[in-house]
């Protein structure tokens, strides 16, 4: 299949995710939909970064109306998982289980609020033009360089990936995992659209940037839940919080200590693929 050819059809699938799943966020009742909207929002933008040799700017504004989707469907999702996650905590911390519900009810609260912001935001013009717009785009894609490889895209992703994980050091502060996390994101979307084409090999690249991608996303959420439990806890939850910060820092730990097995992992998918 011609790049371009498979490059819509990837797009196509993640518009028609967001309109499917756009009732669901409304209502709010199934977390999983706001789930299937956020993924949508990423992979799309995700794609139209690693085909800009191939697009060039034909999608640039469409890029910059999903970055904003994104920014503002964010924070509901990450509340949703951190909600979610520290409730399975919170059922082990008696007899201190009152101060952990103390801070879900505070996070719950938040939720509430960005939720009202984000429905809002899906009932302004704005989100039905990007939704017309990402509708009107597809059709007219054109490749503006026919010499562009997929497979050359995927592979400029990895060699980024590469690059930003040769730069950690034995014991890397949060962040720059965090960054390595996002080159991990993008090397997968770019391996997925050329396994479209260039089959089993790189779709294999695809899977272990994935489990890359998802380890070091588990390092993140424990960094940003011991983050806001610090920050929400009070009086009747310090015990609470105290113990949830020891099991997210236990959390840290375990998927640093899984860093290099996945590294390898990918390196080998990488060695077959390229």
């Not at 196509?12 to 309109?19: D, G, I, T, Y």
């Not at 949703?80 to 201190?96: F, Y």
């Not at 935001?121 to 039905?128: K, L, M, P, Q, W």
Request: charged share 35%.
């Amino acid at each position: 299949m011609p790049a371009i050819d498979s490059l819509r059809a990837l797009l196509k699938r993640q518009l028609h995710e967001l309109e499917s799943s756009e009732a669901g966020v409304r209502e709010g009742a199934d977390p999983e939909e706001l789930h299937r909207f956020r993924v949508a929002t990423r992979r799309s933008r995700a794609l139209i970064r690693a085909s800009r040799p191939l697009l060039r700017d034909q999608l640039a504004t469409l890029d910059r109306e999903l970055r904003w989707l994104g920014g503002i469907s964010g924070p509901v999702r990450d509340l949703d998982v951190l909600i979610e996650h520290l409730r399975g905590l919170v059922e082990q911390l008696d007899p201190d289980q009152a101060g952990g519900e103390a801070i879900i009810a505070a996070l719950e609260r938040e939720r509430l609020r960005q939720r009202e912001t984000l429905v809002a935001a899906i009932d302004t013009e704005r989100y039905r033009e990007l939704i017309a717009r990402f509708e009107e785009a597809l059709p007219g894609l054109a490749s503006q360089d026919r010499g562009v490889s997929v497979t050359r895209l995927a592979r400029k992703e990895f060699e980024r990936l590469r690059s930003a994980y040769g730069e950690l050091g034995d014991n890397p502060p949060d962040e720059e995992l965090h960054a390595v996390r996002i080159r991990a994101k993008h090397a997968r979307y770019a391996a997925e659209l050329a396994a479209r084409s260039e089959g089993q090999p790189l779709a294999s690249l695809a899977n272990a940037a994935r489990d890359l991608h998802d380890l070091i996303g588990d390092h993140q959420d424990a960094v940003v839940a011991e983050q806001r439990v610090r920050a929400l806890a009070g009086d009747e939850s310090r015990l609470a919080a105290g113990r949830i910060v020891e099991l997210e820092r236990a959390r840290k730990a375990q998927a640093r200590a899984g860093l290099a097995a996945a590294w390898r992992n990918l390196q080998r998918a990488a060695a077959k693929a390229f």
